[in-house]
């Protein structure tokens, strides 16, 4: 019973919604704006000149839940470096009052966030389901072409935004993903894998599918099919950087798969197919974060950090944010709060003013820890 309790909590990647790609998008005309003056859902957008018109995007959150800090964070640092190319809306069905202190904690600008006073818009797009907060894009024309989970947001928005998100692929896996719920459900790994790999073989690398179908193996001792499972996707899109992330997660949950990251397979992978220095901060920020005690993280994210130039790696704040956590794991303090200046000053001419704030937090803790070091008292004589 366990392992069916566990293994359904990865459902949280497949639920159903009763709005899918393709379908209509409803109006948010009844909602109580607390934030911003929200958008129309339904009208048709033009471009204007050069300026493409805006994508589109409406979450809906629950207030209390334990992941919405993490995911509003998510959602105000998409805000704030799309916020040329997309309108974003979050919706929830919660209190005056809780609507109130969640709202007081939204700092980004041009993020609308609205309370479903009637409690009837959050049913037309979500159902029944409870697997918030769950995100939905709209296109220019009022047609849902993608929703999901607020984690794979980011990445769908960059496929969009690039006109490489397929509205025909998308309507294929709205079923083959209610099939693999079906599956998990009815504790049949067999029948879940077969429909992980049709998913797969249409939308290879697809979030939604390796995530519901490693947590669920991982909950039945089967880490080493979850790793299997995602370094096959590596073979097949090696320059997805998700899909790295995603394995050296699964070898942190389990010990017994290190020896996967000693023997750097995975790392040299890595290495040679991305190139993108972000990318390159995003996954040595996942080894110092996941391996905090592991001097071999601390190496190969060394290693990856020094492969470039300062020149090159100039404009990239996530890659300054690893580098000041990989000087801060070194001892090298005043270099940290340099890095994490740096990232500040980056986001200061960007208009990031949430991230400028979180990176100067940053260098004042290093500076303080700087500090602390100078006037610490002797060790005692042993």
């Given at each position: 019973?366990?392992?069916?309790?566990?293994?359904?909590?990865?459902?949280?990647?497949?639920?159903?919604?009763?709005?899918?790609?393709?379908?209509?998008?409803?109006?948010?005309?009844?909602?109580?704006?607390?934030?911003?003056?929200?958008?129309?859902?339904?009208?048709?957008?033009?471009?204007?000149?050069?300026?493409?018109?805006?994508?589109?995007?409406?979450?809906?959150?629950?207030?209390?839940?334990?992941?919405?800090?993490?995911?509003?964070?998510?959602?105000?640092?998409?805000?704030?470096?799309?916020?040329?190319?997309?309108?974003?809306?979050?919706?929830?069905?919660?209190?005056?009052?809780?609507?109130?202190?969640?709202?007081?904690?939204?700092?980004?600008?041009?993020?609308?966030?609205?309370?479903?006073r009637d409690r009837l818009i959050t049913p037309g797009y979500m159902e029944s389901s409870m697997m918030y907060p769950k995100a939905f894009i709209i296109g220019t024309d009022g047609i849902v072409i993608w929703a999901g989970e607020v984690a794979d947001l980011g990445e769908a928005l960059d496929k969009a935004l690039s006109d490489k998100l397929n509205l025909g692929v998308q309507k294929k896996l709205t079923?083959?993903?209610?099939?693999?719920?079906?599956?998990?459900?009815?504790?049949?790994?067999?029948?879940?894998?077969?429909?992980?790999?049709?998913?797969?073989?249409?939308?290879?690398?697809?979030?939604?599918?390796?995530?519901?179908?490693?947590?669920?193996?991982?909950?039945?001792?089967?880490?080493?099919?979850?790793?299997?499972?995602?370094?096959?996707?590596?073979?097949?899109?090696?320059?997805?950087?998700?899909?790295?992330?995603?394995?050296?997660?699964?070898?942190?949950?389990?010990?017994?798969?290190?020896?996967?990251?000693?023997?750097?397979?995975?790392?040299?992978?890595?290495?040679?197919?991305?190139?993108?220095?972000?990318?390159?901060?995003?996954?040595?920020?996942?080894?110092?974060?996941?391996?905090?005690?592991?001097?071999?993280?601390?190496?190969?994210?060394?290693?990856?950090?020094?492969?470039?130039?300062?020149?090159?790696?100039?404009?990239?704040?996530?890659?300054?944010?690893?580098?000041?956590?990989?000087?801060?794991?070194?001892?090298?303090?005043?270099?940290?709060?340099?890095?994490?200046?740096?990232?500040?000053?980056?986001?200061?001419?960007?208009?990031?003013?949430?991230?400028?704030?979180?990176?100067?937090?940053?260098?004042?803790?290093?500076?303080?820890?700087?500090?602390?070091?100078?006037?610490?008292?002797?060790?005692?004589?042993?």
């Open positions: 019973m366990r392992r069916l309790a566990i293994a359904a909590a990865a459902l949280a990647a497949v639920e159903l919604l009763a709005l899918n790609p393709g379908d209509r998008a409803l109006e948010l005309s009844r909602t109580q704006w607390m934030k911003g003056g929200g958008f129309s859902t339904t009208v048709r957008l033009k471009s204007r000149g050069d300026t493409p018109a805006p994508l589109r995007v409406v979450v809906f959150v629950l207030t209390r839940a334990a992941n919405t800090e993490d995911s509003t964070r998510l959602l105000e640092s998409l805000q704030e470096s799309l916020r040329n190319r997309i309108k974003m809306a979050i919706i929830s069905p919660d209190s005056q009052e809780d609507m109130a202190d969640y709202v007081r904690k939204i700092s980004v600008r041009g993020l609308s966030v609205g309370r479903d079923p083959l993903l209610d099939e693999l719920q079906t599956a998990i459900r009815s504790n049949s790994l067999r029948e879940m894998t077969r429909v992980t790999d049709e998913i797969l073989e249409i939308d290879p690398g697809n979030a939604a599918a390796i995530r519901a179908t490693c947590f669920t193996l991982e909950s039945f001792n089967r880490a080493d099919d979850a790793w299997k499972l995602v370094f096959r996707e590596i073979d097949r899109q090696p320059k997805l950087t998700r899909l790295y992330l995603t394995a050296v997660d699964i070898v942190s949950r389990h010990p017994e798969l290190a020896n996967r990251l000693d023997d750097e397979v995975l790392l040299s992978k890595f290495e040679r197919n991305i190139s993108d220095p972000a990318a390159c901060g995003a996954m040595a920020m996942n080894l110092l974060e996941k391996f905090p005690f592991s001097a071999k993280a601390i190496e190969y994210s060394a290693k990856l950090l020094s492969s470039y130039s300062s020149s090159s790696a100039e404009k990239h704040a996530g890659y300054w944010t690893a580098m000041a956590l990989l000087h801060y794991r070194l001892g090298m303090l005043d270099k940290a709060a340099e890095d994490e200046d740096h990232v500040a000053e980056l986001s200061k001419k960007s208009g990031f003013t949430q991230t400028e704030t979180e990176a100067r937090k940053r260098a004042e803790f290093y500076r303080s820890l700087v500090n602390l070091r100078k006037n610490l008292p002797d060790s005692p004589a042993k």
